[in-house]
């Protein structure tokens, strides 16, 4: 199986900001400006070029409009005269021009999505009885995250250019393409050209321990005591592998969990799990636990239990024997695409609750009680 990587638009998981500046009683606010230094752009040296999205401002909770104070589009020369502006700054700018003095308090509100710059600020300018006073600001680390505690700017917490994804854990997994099915993996291909007897996963760099969460079928071969009467099934074998770089030393003796085992350790809601860690930490499992040579230790870790396998340092494959065409969890239901380049993730939208889910981490924070959002003595997260 060919290396995938997940590439996530930033812009959909990145965290949400918000923030009231309130002008006192007796004051006139006049106008409101926001700062950002250092757009990143598409990290080129021009990348500071491309223009922002502006946030939304709501006065007293009514939406004003948000114009263009300087940018790089427009009047981009008019910001070198003294005191001008830094050149690789974007500022928008709200007109409040009160004329009168506020009988009551005015709320301001800035809300949006964080975006790729080295400094966002919002400064509310106003005066008191005609005369200037000091404005009221707020900078990108004082705002309010969404998510809460997922502020970019704190330190210690994943900055705006962080894979959003990578520091939720999340891992996605993939149907094979059109060539890889042809090339790599010519078997179960559906009538659009791609294999539907498999979904694959590619961890990425640093994550030590995984989690996978996936809801079993009726499978042919399920428990000690196999079907007398051959039924229908809706996947005749699931299966899930851990499959290492080719070439590394071979440590275990152990590489895939079964039908039969998946339902060893199955919840009440029908969902198994299958945990994957570094090869020499699940060799340790074997020697305490005592386990047959070629089966798996089992791992218990709060609310969750179930088989470890190594290292899937090449890929993590999930085997499909003979899925049925009407049931959901079936890989055909994904779309197919033509190549490695191409290809995209499967959604849930595709396989509904049979989508498997993955994450990854360090075994330090698996060790603190998290692997990325699983949290060891909680639900799964939505």
């Known amino acids: 199986m060919l290396p995938v990587n997940s590439i996530v638009e930033l812009s959909e ?32 040296p021009e990348g500071w070029q491309t223009p922002l999205t502006p946030p939304t401002v709501l006065v007293n909770g009514a939406a004003y409009p948000v114009d263009v104070a300087f940018s790089y589009q427009q009047d981009y020369m008019k910001g070198q005269p003294s005191p001008g502006y830094d050149q690789h700054e974007q500022c928008f700018m709200v007109f409040i021009g009160q004329v009168t003095a506020l009988e009551d308090e005015m709320t301001i509100t800035i809300s949006g999505e964080f975006q790729q710059v080295g400094y966002m600020s919002a400064t509310l300018y106003y005066s008191s009885l005609r005369t200037p006073m000091l404005p009221i600001e707020v900078i990108d680390s004082q705002m309010t995250a969404i998510p809460e505690s997922a502020n ?32 790599i993996l010519p078997d179960e291909v559906a009538k659009d050209g791609c294999s539907k007897g498999y979904l694959y996963a590619n961890k990425d760099e640093g994550q030590e321990i995984l989690i996978l969460r996936i809801k079993v079928p009726q499978t042919f071969i399920h428990n000690a005591t196999p079907d007398t009467i051959f039924g229908n099934y809706p996947c005749r074998e699931l299966t899930v592998s851990a499959h290492p770089v080719y070439g590394l030393p071979q440590i275990l003796d152990f590489w895939s969990v079964s039908s039969r085992m998946l339902n060893d350790f199955i919840d009440e809601e029908g969902y198994a799990y299958v945990f994957f860690g570094p090869d020499n930490y699940v060799q340790q499992q074997v020697i305490e636990q005592q386990t047959v040579a070629t089966r798996p230790p089992v791992m218990t870790w709060g609310n969750y239990k179930g088989y470890m396998l190594g290292d899937p340092s090449g890929s993590l494959i999930i085997r499909y024997r003979d899925p049925a065409d009407d049931w959901i969890g079936n890989p055909a239901n994904a779309v197919c695409y033509l190549d490695k380049a191409s290809n995209q993730p499967v959604t849930k939208a595709e396989l509904g609750e049979y989508l498997p889910e993955l994450y990854g981490d360090t075994l330090a924070n698996f060790s603190a009680g998290h692997i990325g959002e699983v949290i060891k003595d909680q639900g799964w997260p939505d």
């Not at 704190?154 to 090339?183: E, H, T």
């Open 13 to 44: 998981t990145m965290p949400s900001f918000q923030a009231a500046l309130v002008a006192p009683v007796g004051s006139y606010p006049w106008q409101m400006l926001i700062r950002f230094y250092a757009p990143w752009g598409d990290g080129s």
């Open 152 to 183: 970019p700017y704190i330190p210690g917490n994943p900055s705006v250019f962080a894979d959003q994804d990578s520091a939720s854990g999340k891992i996605d997994l993939y149907r094979p393409d059109k060539v890889s099915s042809l090339a």
